[in-house]
């Protein structure tokens, strides 16, 4: 149980998503300082408060913060940005690098198969 165990948990897979959540987690306070201190501060800067947060409805007795989901929504719209152009600027880069000259050997098989397969 122990070897497997092992197996599982050091697999090349598990620790690239491990390094991806710690990367994830890293980038999540990044973007959390970029909205706070510059994307609100402009917000501040043009309404006159530093968040949405203060943004409520009244209904009855109760009150609806619409605001901390206006900021929740501020954020999630810059971190969707922010990934997408990561992303899209990794599949240029992918696009860009030069492709071996030697076909794999799964496409040299398929051939043979298809060569075979015509002369029959």
């Not at 810059?78 to 030697?102: D, G, H, K, Y």
Request: charged share 20%; proline share 2%; no cysteine.
């Amino acid at each position: 149980m122990l070897k497997e165990f092992r197996g599982f948990a050091f697999k090349g897979n598990l620790r690239e998503i491990a390094v991806g959540l710690i990367l994830a987690l890293a980038f999540s306070a990044v973007v959390t300082a970029f909205v706070d201190g510059i994307v609100m501060a402009l917000i501040a800067a043009l309404f006159g408060q530093p968040s949405f947060d203060d943004v409520v409805w009244n209904v009855g007795d109760g009150v609806i913060r619409i605001g901390a989901f206006l900021t929740a929504l501020v954020n999630f719209l810059i971190v969707a940005w922010v990934l997408f152009m990561l992303v899209r600027t990794a599949n240029r880069l992918r696009r860009q690098e030069p492709e071996s000259e030697a076909p794999s050997e799964e496409i040299v098989l398929l051939r043979e198969i298809r060569d075979s397969l015509a002369r029959r």
